[in-house]
């Protein structure tokens, strides 16, 4: 089959399209003919060696697709069966096994390259606003990099629960997408902490939603209200430098959390609870999904390319 690996850490050129064995499930696995294969931004991460790993590697870690055989011991996936997954490396790739405990059945007529497109950013967005901090109506939420694929997406649920949503973005089409979405109030990144202060009477945010990291950390700290809380959950921009304590006390005894969904989709059951909701909005069109690009999987340098340099919207596929 084909795949892209990664031999060494490194830029996008590091990138190969490549013939790999088939892989073969395991007890407990199941083998999926892929559809889809969403991009993230994480999948940067695994290339660049920041969350080190053994070489060669194959990245990706979201697709859809048809289960074409089961391992031992598989019980509730049957082959032809169609399922998306999330956090499953391996899956920029033409078939993919995937533990059967992290596979989710797709509901009648959802199509696969949109299952592939929701599922690891809409189950990020849905503990990070349900969660990590369960927002409540009438709370201000802050969203950095609001047309991103995981802005969209925060921007519509913090909308389902009656926020008030200021969004940050770099352009002006950033800005039409976050609108379009829901966000009621979109500023760029220069001066944004007195943008929200503004807005907010001078009271600061609930929430800052902040995947962007470095260059965006002090100005969320700074946005938030006493008590609020900083949900730190990616780095776009680059890692933030060690933090001092004392930070949170002077901003007004404020939270600190760096989450991963991992620790929110710990159990099956946890898992498809989130799924269920998820998927759900996305068949009644409560959630929608913006694909902005789909790229032949052996051009997946290009689609690195286009998410580090700042010029894609919503989501990213793979084509295998
Ligand atoms: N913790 C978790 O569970 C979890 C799960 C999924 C994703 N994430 C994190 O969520 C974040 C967004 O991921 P995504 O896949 O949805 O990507 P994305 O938001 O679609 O793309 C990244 C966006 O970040 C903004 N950005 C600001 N400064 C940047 C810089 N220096 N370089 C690149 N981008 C910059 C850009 O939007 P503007 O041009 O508008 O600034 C860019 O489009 C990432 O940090 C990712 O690691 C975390």
């Known amino acids: 089959m084909r795949a892209i690996v990664v031999p060494a850490y490194g830029d996008s050129s590091v990138l190969e399209y490549a013939e790999r064995p088939d892989p073969e499930p395991g007890p407990g696995e199941v083998l999926v003919e892929v559809a889809a294969t969403g991009v993230n931004f994480i999948d940067v991460y695994h290339r660049e060696g920041r969350y080190p790993m053994p070489l060669p590697l194959v990245p990706g870690n979201e697709g859809a697709g048809t289960v074409t055989a089961v391992g031992p011991g598989v019980t509730d996936v049957v082959p032809g069966d169609r399922v998306a997954w999330a956090s499953v490396m391996g899956s920029y790739a033409a078939k993919v096994v995937v533990p059967a405990e992290k596979a989710v059945r797709l509901p009648e007529g959802l199509a696969p390259d949109l299952a592939a497109a929701v599922l690891l950013q809409g189950l990020t967005a849905h503990y990070l606003t349900h969660s990590t901090y369960a927002i409540r109506s009438g709370d201000d939420v802050l969203v950095h990099a609001a047309a991103g694929g ?149 051009e997946a340098r290009r689609a690195h390319d286009d998410l580090e340099g700042r010029r894609t919207t919503g989501k990213l596929l793979l084509i295998p």
Do not use: C
């Open 150 to 298: 995981m802005g969209l997406l925060l921007v519509q649920m913090a909308k389902l629960r009656g926020a008030r949503v200021i969004g940050t973005v770099s352009s002006a089409e950033k800005e039409k997408l976050a609108r379009q979405a829901g966000a009621d109030e979109v500023v760029g990144y220069e001066g944004f902490t007195e943008a929200v202060k503004e807005i907010t009477d001078g009271a600061g945010v609930h929430v800052v939603y902040d995947g962007v990291g470095a260059t965006t950390f002090d100005g969320s700290l700074a946005s938030l209200r006493p008590r609020g809380m900083m949900a730190l959950y990616g780095a776009a921009s680059g890692p933030v430098p060690p933090f001092d304590p004392q930070r949170l006390n002077a901003g007004g005894s404020l939270f600190l959390t760096r989450p991963t969904l991992a620790h929110y989709t710990a159990t099956r059951e946890e898992l498809l609870s989130r799924a269920n909701d998820l998927l759900g909005w996305v068949a009644s069109g409560a959630v929608k999904v913006h694909i902005s690009q789909r790229y032949p999987l052996a």
